[in-house]
C-alpha cells in the first residue's frame, strides 16, 4: 500500500537545515517535506497552499522533491473566518482515499491548520480506514546544526482515550478503554526493550482483560459470569501497583481507574455473601437499576423478567433459584394469574409473597409482552412501539418491583431506615 504524506506550506522564508528523525538524517533542504519523503520512503505527498503560497514555493517543492514521488498540491483559504476554516477541514478529509497508509506533517502550518489536521486524522482513521503511520513537526531552532523531528503521534492516541472515556460514561462499557490498555503494554515490549531493573508495564493487559469481560458481561447480560467471575477478577487486579503503573504508563487512564473500579465495585458481592442466595438476588436487582439508568432497554427488560421469576423461587424458599424446574413452577403459577378473568377468586401460593396480586399480574403481563416484542424484533403485524417500551422500562419498572418485592429490591441500610417493612 502506498505512503502518503500531508503536509502545509506557509509563506515564510525557510532556512536549509538537515532534518533528523531518531538517528536516520535527511539531505540538507529547506523543506521538511523533502526529509519526510526521504526518511520514511513516501511514494505520494498531498500539498495544502494559500494562493500566496503556492505563488512562493510549490515550484520550487516540486524540483526538490524526489522524481518518484507523486505530487498534488490542494488550493486553501487563509482560515480567517470560520467557514474558511471549515473549507480547509473539507479539503483535507476529501483529499484522502479510504485505506490509505498516511503521515501528516505540521511543521510549517499556520493558524487553526495543526488543530484540523489532528481532528481530521482522528476522523479519517474511522471512517475512511485510514492507517495514520505518523504525525510530525520539524523543530527548527535557528543556529543549529540539525532540526529533530517530534513525533506527535501519542496526540492521536489521546484522543482515542477521549473516545473511550466517552463511551465508559455514557454507557458504562469499558471495552474500549480495556482494548487501549492491552495496546499500550503490546507496544512497550514491541518498541522497546527495557533493562534489567527499568520499569515496565506488567498489569495493564489483565486489568485491560478485566474490564472488557465485565462490559461484555454486562452488555449481554450474564449477571452469574458477573458476580462470581468477572467482578472477583477486577477486584484481584485492583491493587496501588496497578494504580503506579497507570500514572507511568497509561496516564489518561489515571483520570478513569477509580471511576471504573467504583462504577463496578458496587455490583459486586462481598467475599463473605457470595454463597447468599438472597444476596445475589438484590445484586441482580441493582444491576437492573444500573441498566434502567444506562437506558439500556433491551437489557433492564430482559433481565427484569427472569427477577421476578428468581424472586418468587426465594420467597417460596426455593435456594436453587437457577433449576429450571423449579423456575417453570413460578412460571406456570404467574401465568395462571394472568388467564384468570378475576386472579383473586384462585390465588396460586405465590400470590402470598407481594402485597398486590393483581399488580403482580399485570406486571408480569407487561413483562412477557414486552420482552417477546424485543426478542422477536418487529416480526409481528403489530409490533409494539419502542417509545412504549422505552418509557416502561425508564419510568415504571423500577418502581413496580420495588413496591412488589421491597426486601429484595433494597440494601440492607435502606431497610432499616424504612419502618413499614418488618425485619
Same mark, same amino acid.
Request: glycine share 4%; proline share 6%.
Given at each position: 500500500?502506498?505512503?502518503?504524506?500531508?503536509?502545509?506550506?506557509?509563506?515564510?522564508?525557510?532556512?536549509?537545515?538537515?532534518?533528523?528523525?531518531?538517528?536516520?538524517?535527511?539531505?540538507?533542504?529547506?523543506?521538511?517535506?523533502?526529509?519526510?519523503?526521504?526518511?520514511?520512503?513516501?511514494?505520494?505527498?498531498?500539498?495544502?497552499?494559500?494562493?500566496?503560497?503556492?505563488?512562493?514555493?510549490?515550484?520550487?517543492?516540486?524540483?526538490?522533491?524526489?522524481?518518484?514521488?507523486?505530487?498534488?498540491?490542494?488550493?486553501?483559504?487563509?482560515?480567517?473566518?470560520?467557514?474558511?476554516?471549515?473549507?480547509?477541514?473539507?479539503?483535507?478529509?476529501?483529499?484522502?482515499?479510504?485505506?490509505?497508509?498516511?503521515?501528516?506533517?505540521? &511543521?510549517?502550518? !499556520?493558524? $487553526?491548520?495543526?488543530?484540523?489536521?489532528? %481532528? +481530521?486524522?482522528? /476522523?479519517? =482513521?474511522?471512517?475512511?480506514?485510514?492507517?495514520?503511520?505518523?504525525?510530525?513537526?520539524?523543530?527548527?531552532?535557528?543556529?543549529?546544526?540539525?532540526?529533530?523531528?517530534?513525533?506527535?503521534?501519542?496526540?492521536?492516541?489521546?484522543?482515542?482515550?477521549?473516545?473511550? &472515556?466517552?463511551? !465508559?460514561? $455514557?454507557?458504562?462499557?469499558?471495552?474500549? %478503554? +480495556?482494548?487501549? /490498555?492491552? =495496546?499500550?503494554?503490546?507496544?512497550?515490549?514491541?518498541?522497546?526493550?527495557?533493562?534489567?531493573?527499568?520499569?515496565?508495564?506488567?498489569?495493564?493487559?489483565?486489568?485491560?482483560?478485566?474490564?472488557?469481560?465485565?462490559?461484555?458481561?454486562?452488555?449481554?447480560?450474564?449477571?452469574?459470569?458477573?458476580?462470581?467471575?468477572?467482578?472477583?477478577?477486577?477486584?484481584?487486579?485492583?491493587?496501588?501497583?496497578?494504580?503506579?503503573?497507570?500514572?507511568?504508563?497509561?496516564?489518561?487512564?489515571?483520570?478513569?481507574?477509580?471511576?471504573?473500579?467504583?462504577?463496578?465495585?458496587?455490583?459486586?458481592?462481598?467475599?463473605?455473601?457470595?454463597?447468599?442466595?438472597?444476596?445475589?438476588?438484590?445484586?441482580?436487582?441493582?444491576?437492573?437499576?444500573?441498566?434502567?439508568?444506562?437506558?439500556?432497554?433491551?437489557?433492564?427488560?430482559?433481565?427484569?423478567?427472569?427477577?421476578?421469576?428468581?424472586?418468587?423461587?426465594?420467597?417460596?424458599?426455593?435456594?436453587?433459584?437457577?433449576?429450571?424446574?423449579?423456575?417453570?413452577?413460578?412460571?406456570?403459577?404467574?401465568?395462571?394469574?394472568?388467564?384468570?378473568?378475576?386472579?383473586?377468586?384462585?390465588?396460586?401460593?405465590?400470590?402470598?409473597?407481594?402485597?398486590?396480586?393483581?399488580?403482580?399480574?399485570?406486571?408480569?403481563?407487561?413483562?412477557?409482552?414486552?420482552?417477546?416484542?424485543?426478542?422477536?424484533?418487529?416480526?409481528?403485524?403489530?409490533?409494539?412501539?419502542?417509545?412504549?417500551?422505552?418509557?416502561?422500562?425508564?419510568?415504571?419498572?423500577?418502581?413496580?418491583?420495588?413496591?412488589?418485592?421491597?426486601?429484595?429490591?433494597?440494601?440492607?441500610?435502606?431497610?432499616?431506615?424504612?419502618?413499614?417493612?418488618?425485619?
Amino acid at each position: 500500500m502506498a505512503k502518503t504524506l500531508l503536509t502545509t506550506l506557509g509563506t515564510g522564508d525557510y532556512t536549509e537545515t538537515v532534518y533528523c528523525f531518531g538517528e536516520r538524517r535527511a539531505e540538507k533542504t529547506c523543506y521538511v517535506a523533502k526529509a519526510l519523503c526521504q526518511l520514511f520512503e513516501i511514494d505520494r505527498i498531498i500539498l495544502l497552499l494559500t494562493e500566496e503560497a503556492r505563488a512562493k514555493h510549490w515550484s520550487r517543492l516540486q524540483e526538490d522533491l524526489p522524481p518518484h514521488v507523486e505530487k498534488v498540491a490542494k488550493g486553501i483559504p487563509e482560515g480567517k473566518t470560520e467557514a474558511e476554516t471549515w473549507a480547509i477541514f473539507d479539503v483535507l478529509v476529501d483529499s484522502i482515499e479510504p485505506n490509505t497508509r498516511l503521515f501528516f506533517d505540521i &511543521t510549517h502550518a !499556520f493558524r $487553526s491548520i495543526p488543530l484540523l489536521v489532528l %481532528l +481530521g486524522a482522528a /476522523l479519517l =482513521r474511522k471512517a475512511k480506514n485510514v492507517e495514520i503511520q505518523g504525525l510530525y513537526y520539524g523543530l527548527y531552532r535557528p543556529g543549529q546544526a540539525e532540526t529533530p523531528i517530534i513525533d506527535l503521534t501519542p496526540a492521536l492516541r489521546l484522543l482515542d482515550w477521549l473516545t473511550a &472515556t466517552d463511551k !465508559f460514561i $455514557s454507557t458504562g462499557s469499558a471495552l474500549e %478503554l +480495556g482494548q487501549l /490498555l492491552d =495496546r499500550v503494554q503490546r507496544d512497550f515490549y514491541r518498541q522497546q526493550k527495557p533493562g534489567k531493573g527499568d520499569p515496565r508495564p506488567i498489569r495493564l493487559q489483565s486489568f485491560g482483560q478485566a474490564i472488557r469481560d465485565i462490559s461484555r458481561s454486562l452488555e449481554l447480560v450474564r449477571p452469574v459470569s458477573l458476580l462470581e467471575d468477572d467482578l472477583p477478577r477486577l477486584q484481584k487486579h485492583s491493587t496501588q501497583e496497578l494504580a503506579e503503573e497507570v500514572g507511568q504508563f497509561a496516564k489518561p487512564f489515571g483520570l478513569l481507574l477509580q471511576s471504573i473500579q467504583d462504577s463496578y465495585s458496587q455490583l459486586a458481592l462481598p467475599a463473605d455473601q457470595k454463597e447468599d442466595r438472597r444476596a445475589q438476588v438484590q445484586k441482580h436487582f441493582q444491576l437492573l437499576r444500573w441498566y434502567v439508568e444506562k437506558r439500556f432497554t433491551t437489557q433492564a427488560l430482559l433481565l427484569a423478567r427472569e427477577w421476578v421469576v428468581s424472586a418468587l423461587c426465594l420467597c417460596e424458599g426455593i435456594q436453587d433459584y437457577r433449576k429450571r424446574e423449579a423456575r417453570q413452577g413460578i412460571e406456570q403459577q404467574l401465568g395462571s394469574l394472568i388467564q384468570q378473568a378475576e386472579p383473586a377468586q384462585f390465588l396460586p401460593p405465590i400470590a402470598a409473597h407481594v402485597p398486590d396480586v393483581q399488580q403482580l399480574a399485570d406486571l408480569w403481563s407487561r413483562l412477557s409482552q414486552y420482552r417477546n416484542d424485543v426478542a422477536h424484533v418487529q416480526m409481528n403485524p403489530e409490533p409494539l412501539p419502542s417509545e412504549a417500551l422505552e418509557s416502561f422500562v425508564l419510568r415504571d419498572l423500577l418502581p413496580r418491583l420495588e413496591a412488589l418485592f421491597p426486601e429484595l429490591t433494597r440494601t440492607e441500610g435502606e431497610l432499616e431506615g424504612d419502618p413499614s417493612i418488618s425485619q
